[in-house]
């Protein structure tokens, strides 16, 4: 059963999906040993053993389809902790709650998809955005475990 979620929301093309592989990345540097994941180049979802504890990460936040099969395989593996993208609102939000009523909600807030054509430099300053983000991220994390 999930004990614990946390969630990174925000508006579509805010940078959910780099900042959710930024954790995912930093984790892995760590030691995790991987159960299952999906072989998207996009949205993704995998569960591992961190630290002695099951986990789920999943980066899909937009449609039902995309976030409903992670749910039930992190269900499926006994995912204690799920890390997941969210909209600020709507289908995902309501399908979280499902899950858990105690949820950590983590903002996202990011221009880095919207505005492609604006200098590398802008571009690198939302690159650590996501990494200060997916730090934090990471830092509760610990502190669930």
Known sequence: MIKQIITLYGAKETGKT???KLVFEKLKK????????SDSAEDFYVIFNYKKRRIGISSAGDKEESYKKPFELFDKYNCEI???????SGQTVKYIKKYHD???WHKK?????TLKFI??????RCHKINEVVAENIIVELKDLL
């Open 30 to 37: 760590d030691g995790i040993e991987i159960i299952e994941t």
């Open 109 to 113: 807030v990011s221009l880095t998809k």
């Open 18 to 20: 780099d900042t959710i």
């Open 82 to 88: 799920v890390i997941c993208a969210s909209r600020t």
């Open 119 to 124: 200098e590398k430099e802008f571009l690198d």
């Open 102 to 104: 105690i949820i950590i």
